[in-house]
């Protein structure tokens, strides 16, 4: 029997299983995985890892901060950096406006990100304090595939503890699944007001304003909150160990908890933040980079699944953008270009031996798609959709602005030598990334209704 594709004689990782056998491909879904299989078009992968493509669910493409300010990456060029480090889904952002109903602000989103996608995509709903009174439209929200949902502990779209548990509880009704920024917005307002009456005004006071013990006290508030009202809680964007403890107590006890980190936490520390002129201002993100000794934690918690998935935050601004508070580090918009070197950055836990390849692909494709309900993606089985990458586990890369394709100016991982790297992506059959040429047209990409969490 004839396939479509065939990637022949790679080595097969899933987040459970690791075995030689070739992979055929019909009508975008895997049909078969076996020996000497034969098809229009054969890929041989010798010597190279075959997984699941890539599924970030924490990404902010054309996200607008007000001010004319707007994330540096479209949907185009976001999914295209994406499809290039081997990422072949993303999760988004709607964020309604007062006053506007929630299906409309869907369907707004989906008009910005349907011409532009490359690769397949969905969307959480936030929730913030304009939306309160529209709780009663998360079924109608839900029903139309997008079933989770974003809550803030922070910014304008802060909610306060009893909006905060009327959210949770509205959420759970619907059978969505509600994530989370936790941070405690009280103490680090208190903090950078302090901070710019004294004079302190330069990035390096960015990570002091934002404590990580206070990061780990909001997360526990949330996580208590999600408790009392018998909800499941995502939290994003781990940065210290302060709020890993808070997960692993939770998960201990038997509560629906995961968390993530991001690249950035893993690879960079708060002393970046005392670099010179604009490049001080460059990685400030928040929750902010921290102490060196935060990185071998999370590696760590990430080995021992207190941490259950890498995500990116994906939120780049350009160095013109960036210097605008540099004389106001309350003022810098925060954010950071990841998307690209996720899975390859994720692999050097393989390499420094903290963890196994099935558990890399659990981390970046598995765990994501199952918690956020890809329900076709994150594994190679019979049925699934076929995003695949061909991964070169010997190649060695350099990370510069010149080798990436985000559209910024500048790369946080500047430098940062990797062992690992995509070679040939895959999305729903179709070859988009053979060897550094990007051959795929915007608009490919599809929005993927999703009903939310499936499992923890």
């Known amino acids: 029997m004839s396939y479509e594709l065939v990637i022949k004689n790679g080595l097969v990782v899933t987040s459970k299983t690791l075995f030689r056998a070739d992979v055929g491909v019909r009508a975008g879904r895997i049909a078969a995985i076996a020996e000497s299989l034969s098809g229009a078009e054969e890929i041989d992968a010798r010597g190279q890892l075959v997984i699941p493509g890539g599924v970030d669910i924490h990404v902010h493409m054309q996200m607008p901060l007000g001010n004319g300010v707007v994330s540096a990456d479209d949907f185009y060029t976001g999914t295209r950096a994406a499809a290039f480090g081997g990422t072949t889904a993303i999760i988004d952002f709607v964020e309604p406006e007062p006053g506007q109903p929630l299906l409309g602000a869907l369907a707004a989103r989906r008009a910005e990100a349907d011409p532009r996608v490359t690769i397949d995509y969905g969307l959480h709903m936030t929730i913030g304090p304009a939306q309160m009174a529209r709780l009663d439209e998360l079924q109608a929200v839900r029903d139309a595939g997008c079933g989770s949902f974003k809550l803030y502990m922070a910014y304008d779209f802060r909610l306060h503890d009893g909006e905060l548990m009327q959210a949770l509880t509205a959420i759970r009704q619907v059978g969505g699944w509600p994530v989370i920024h936790a941070e405690n917005w009280d103490v680090i307002t208190t903090l950078i007001a302090e901070n710019l009456a004294a004079g302190r005004t330069s990035p390096h006071w960015h990570p002091r304003s934002r404590p990580a013990l206070l990061e780990g006290e909001a997360a526990g508030r949330a996580i208590d909150i999600a408790r009392y009202v018998d909800s499941p809680l995502h939290i994003f964007h781990v940065s210290c160990a302060d709020v890993v403890e808070r997960i692993r107590s939770a998960r201990d006890a038997g509560l629906p908890i995961t968390g993530e980190t991001c690249p950035q936490y893993l690879f960079l520390n708060q002393d970046a933040y005392d670099a010179a002129g604009v490049a001080g201002a460059l990685p400030v993100c928040a929750p902010p980079l921290r102490p060196r000794a935060e990185q071998t934690a999370l590696w760590q918690a990430l080995a021992r699944n207190d941490l259950q998935i890498v995500t990116t935050d994906h939120c780049p601004f350009t160095r013109a953008e960036k210097a605008q508070g540099i004389d106001d580090f309350s003022k810098i918009p925060g954010g950071v270009p990841s998307i690209e070197m996720r899975l390859a950055g994720v692999y050097q836990g393989v390499v420094r031996g903290y963890f196994s390849l099935n558990r890399w692909v659990e981390l970046c494709s598995a765990a994501p798609a199952r918690l956020a309900g890809f329900v076709n993606k994150g594994d190679i089985a019979i049925g699934k959709d076929a995003d695949l990458v061909i991964f070169d586990p010997d190649r060695r890369v350099k990370l510069s602005t010149?080798?990436?394709?985000?559209?910024?100016?500048?790369?946080?991982?500047?430098?940062?030598?990797?062992?690992?790297?995509?070679?040939?992506?895959?999305?729903?059959?179709?070859?988009?990334?053979?060897?550094?040429?990007?051959?795929?047209?915007?608009?490919?990409g599809r929005f993927v209704p999703r009903p939310g969490r499936l499992s923890h």
Do not use: C, K, M, N
Request: proline share 7%; glycine share 12%; net charge negative.
């Open 402 to 444: 010149d080798f990436l394709h985000e559209r910024v100016d500048w790369t946080p991982y500047e430098g940062i030598a990797l062992q690992g790297w995509p070679v040939i992506t895959i999305s729903r059959g179709e070859v988009i990334v053979r060897d550094g040429e990007f051959l795929a047209e915007p608009g490919r």
